[in-house]
């Protein structure tokens, strides 16, 4: 058996990734990767629905009842066509895994830790994510929100360049202990471009344990030549610009993202800023930020 450490989870995998999760970083949980799919659990499904199209692959989900939660024993199977189906039965630490025709390890790794893995906790209800980037600045976790191509890949780019730890490039893990919202390191794999099927390269800082998220910040591109400016997003506003950034909304639970994303924001402060589209301007932004986020103080605690 081969261990990574993948989202604040230590996994027992019968197969050698060919990405290095070998760092020591903070867990919660524990889980098991394993090819010998058990035969009630490859012919459990009823129904299933196309999830969506990413990479290029059409990815299908399966149950064996109708999609309105997820209960303990309810069997699952996430199938990337002709890559890979992965298994297993809600409320169990195993994830079973079979390749298909075009599959490969190399495919089985990318799909598991950057799509697969992040969708199980999220139905298995161990994490909440966030689609942002993410970094440590005086060691604390500072977030990159922003659209497609909005800069966020390149504004957490620039920031591992200079030496600060990252937490993910594009997913994050979060969850609340001690009354306050902690963020969970994904993998130290980074991917500044586009480009179907990869993690990118490997980092050399990477965070280590829970820490209390710090910030977040929505980037707005702006002309080239525009100033850089910070302003501070209050009241209503604030939902409209992270929940799009909230993933994997499963309508039956609607009510408890509202309920956790209200909560999140009542005591995590975000700020709008201005970016200007030109590369050779990183450096200004990059240093208005980590004294931008220097001196605000510490978050409030939940009640």
């Known amino acids: ?18 990405l290095d999760l070998s760092q020591q970083t903070q867990t919660r949980y524990h889980a098991t990767l394993s090819s010998t799919v058990p035969k009630d659990l490859e012919n459990a499904f009823s129904c299933g629905l196309r999830l969506y199209r990413a990479h290029g ?22 199938e990337v066509e002709g890559i890979v189906s992965f298994y ?15 599959g490969s390890v190399d495919l089985l790794g990318f799909w598991f830790v950057h799509l697969l893995f992040p969708f199980y906790l999220t139905l298995e209800r161990k994490y909440d994510f966030l689609h942002a980037g993410a970094v440590e600045v005086e060691g604390k976790p500072v977030f990159f929100i922003a659209p497609s191509m909005g800069g966020k890949s390149t504004m957490t780019d620039y920031f591992i360049q200079q030496g600060h730890r990252l937490i993910s490039d594009d997913k994050v893990a979060t969850f609340i202990e001690d009354k306050k919202f902690m963020a ?5 794999y980074h991917r500044p471009y586009r480009k179907f099927e990869e993690l990118g390269y490997r980092v050399a800082h990477f965070s280590e344990v829970f820490k209390p ?39 039956w639970l609607k009510s408890e993202r509202l309920a956790y994303l209200s909560q999140m924001l009542n005591t995590i402060r975000l700020f709008r800023v201005k970016v200007p589209w030109d590369k050779e301007r990183l ?12 001196y605000l103080p510490q978050n ?4």
Request: net charge neutral; glycine share 6%; hydrophobic share 35%.
């Open 1 to 18: 058996m081969h261990q990574i450490t993948l989202y604040g989870t230590k996994i027992m995998s019968d197969i050698a990734f060919s």
């Open 57 to 78: 692959r059409r990815v299908f989900l399966y149950s064996d009842r109708e999609f309105d939660g997820s209960k303990r024993g309810q069997p699952w199977q996430y």
């Open 88 to 102: 297993w039965r809600g409320g169990e630490e195993t994830i079973y895994y079979r390749l298909g025709k075009e």
């Open 184 to 188: 969970v390191a994904s993998h130290p």
């Open 213 to 251: 998220i710090h910030v977040f910040y929505a980037l707005e591109r702006v002309e080239a030549e525009a100033d850089i400016k910070i302003e501070e997003v209050k009241g209503f506003a604030k939902f409209s610009v992270l929940l799009p950034n909230y993933l994997y909304s499963f309508h």
């Open 283 to 294: 450096g200004e932004v990059h240093h208005i930020l980590c004294q931008h986020s220097k």
């Open 300 to 303: 409030h605690m939940l009640p």
